[in-house]
C-alpha cells in the first residue's frame, strides 16, 4: 500500500528529460550550444583579435619608420646645405689662390728679366769701367802734374 511507487518524479524515457541532459549529467550532441561558444566563433573572434593586434604593431612600426626617414631626411638635407657652403667657399679660395698665383708668376718673370739684365751689365761693367778709368787716366797723363786735380779727375765727369 504505501509502497506504491511514484513515478511521477522520476522520467520514465529518454524523450521525458531535459533536453541536454542524459542519465550521466553530459552534453548531449543534439543540444543547442550558445553562438559564441561554437569554435567556428571562438577561432574567428581569436583570429579577429590577433589580426587587429598585428594591424596595431604594424601601424607602430609604420608610424617609427616614417620618423626615422624623416630625420635622416632631415639630417642629409643639412648635410647637403653645409657641402654647399663648403663648395662654395672651396671655389671662392680656389680664384683668390689662382689670382695670387697668376700675380706670382708675373712676378717672377718681372724678377727673371731684371736678373737677365742684371747678368748683362755684369757682363758689360768692367769693359765699361776699364773705358772710364782709362779714359780718366788719359786726362791724367795729359794735364801737366803740378796742375792736377784729383778730386776733379775721379768725380766722373
Given at each position: 500500500?504505501n509502497?506504491q511507487q511514484t513515478?511521477?518524479n522520476?522520467?520514465s524515457?529518454?524523450?521525458?528529460?531535459?533536453?541536454?541532459?542524459s542519465?550521466?549529467?553530459a552534453?548531449?550532441?543534439?543540444a543547442?550550444e550558445?553562438?559564441?561558444v561554437?569554435?567556428?566563433?571562438?577561432?574567428?573572434?581569436i583570429?579577429a583579435?590577433l589580426l587587429a593586434?598585428?594591424?596595431?604593431?604594424?601601424q607602430?612600426?609604420i608610424?617609427?619608420?616614417?620618423e626615422?626617414?624623416?630625420r635622416?631626411?632631415l639630417?642629409?638635407?643639412?648635410?647637403?646645405?653645409?657641402?654647399k657652403?663648403?663648395?662654395?667657399n672651396?671655389?671662392e679660395?680656389?680664384k683668390?689662390i689662382?689670382a695670387?698665383?697668376i700675380l706670382l708668376e708675373?712676378?717672377?718673370?718681372?724678377?727673371?728679366?731684371?736678373?737677365?739684365?742684371?747678368?748683362?751689365l755684369?757682363?758689360i761693367y768692367?769693359?765699361?769701367?776699364?773705358?772710364?778709368?782709362?779714359?780718366r787716366?788719359?786726362?791724367?797723363?795729359?794735364?801737366?802734374?803740378n796742375?792736377?786735380?784729383?778730386?776733379?779727375m775721379?768725380r766722373g765727369h
Amino acid at each position: 500500500m504505501n509502497e506504491q511507487q511514484t513515478t511521477s518524479n522520476v522520467p520514465s524515457t529518454a524523450s521525458d528529460a531535459q533536453p541536454g541532459m542524459s542519465g550521466g549529467g553530459a552534453m548531449d550532441s543534439n543540444a543547442r550550444e550558445p553562438a559564441w561558444v561554437q569554435p567556428g566563433y571562438v577561432v574567428s573572434g581569436i583570429l579577429a583579435l590577433l589580426l587587429a593586434a598585428n594591424w596595431w604593431t604594424s601601424q607602430n612600426q609604420i608610424s617609427a619608420l616614417r620618423e626615422e626617414v624623416a630625420r635622416r631626411l632631415l639630417s642629409a638635407d643639412t648635410v647637403s646645405s653645409e657641402t654647399k657652403i663648403l663648395a662654395k667657399n672651396v671655389q671662392e679660395t680656389t680664384k683668390e689662390i689662382q689670382a695670387k698665383v697668376i700675380l706670382l708668376e708675373g712676378k717672377q718673370s718681372e724678377a727673371q728679366s731684371q736678373q737677365l739684365a742684371l747678368e748683362q751689365l755684369y757682363r758689360i761693367y768692367p769693359k765699361i769701367a776699364m773705358n772710364g778709368l782709362w779714359l780718366r787716366l788719359s786726362r791724367f797723363w795729359q794735364r801737366p802734374v803740378n796742375n792736377c786735380n784729383w778730386q776733379e779727375m775721379f768725380r766722373g765727369h
